[in-house]
């Protein structure tokens, strides 16, 4: 069974573009949520999508959007982007509710 | 507000010896707990998991024993191995609906051999 693929892997950006991630699930994961991982601050908890609509959503500005699409893939948006942004953002997916996740590699998001 | 914390950043073991890492809580809400642990340049995986109505959950090397009194869980690997040296991170999701998921700032385990 395929795992999740997050693209791209690394991405370098400037202060005021925008960005695009995306996530692949394991197939018939319907669950995909999103992380940010900063040193020091462990992942906190972004945004969680089921079945194309927004579930749960973390303590994270407008700038940070996401959306799934029918397949469950799942997109993240980042706009105007700052220099605290530069973080690792790991994508998970899973089957239910309260079910270990399996994660992606990640994609690690660097602002100059 | 980190309702997940795990107060030892770093921990050093020699092979063979026991690992504890240690995570504390403070919403009361929290009914099941997981443990990730993660290698450099991959993404977390899963470890164990435990529900409230247990205390302790053995899988191989690896027990997590909860003590929902302290609002604290333990991890514990014997006989820790070096392949063991990873990033360990302790989780629990908030609500009945979805996949919230509250994660510890993790605590970067080195097993010596």
């Known amino acids: 069974k395929a795992g999740v693929t997050q693209t791209p892997r690394y991405l370098i950006k400037t202060r005021g573009q925008q960005v695009t991630l995306s996530c692949s699930p394991i197939s018939g994961h319907r669950s995909v949520s999103w992380y940010q991982q900063t040193p020091g601050q462990g992942l906190q908890f972004l945004f969680e999508?089921?079945?194309?609509?927004?579930?749960n959503k973390g303590n994270f500005p407008g700038r940070f959007s996401g959306r799934q699409f029918s397949n469950s893939r799942s997109e993240m948006n980042v706009s105007t982007l700052e220099l605290g942004d530069s973080a690792l953002y790991l994508c998970?997916?899973?089957?239910?509710?309260?079910?270990?996740?399996?994660f992606g590699d990640g994609t690690r998001l660097s602002i100059l | 507000d980190q309702q997940v914390k795990q107060n030892s950043p770093s921990l050093s073991v020699q092979e063979g010896r026991i690992s504890i890492l240690n995570c504390d809580y403070t919403n009361s809400m929290f009914d099941y707990f997981l443990w990730y642990k993660k290698y450099p340049a991959e993404g977390p995986t899963f470890l164990i998991s435990?529900?409230?109505?247990?205390d302790k959950n053995e899988d191989g090397r690896f027990t997590v024993f909860l003590n929902k009194s302290a609002k604290h869980l333990s991890l514990h690997i014997v006989p820790s191995q070096p392949g063991d040296s990873a990033v360990y991170f302790c989780?629990?999701?908030?609500?009945?609906?979805?996949?919230?998921?509250?994660f510890g700032t993790g605590t970067s385990l080195t097993v010596i051999p």
């Open positions: 435990i529900s409230s109505i247990k």
């Open positions: 999508y089921f079945s194309e609509t927004q579930r």
């Open positions: 989780a629990a999701p908030l609500g009945n609906t979805g996949n919230q998921f509250y």
């Open positions: 998970a997916s899973s089957s239910d509710s309260n079910q270990p996740q399996h």
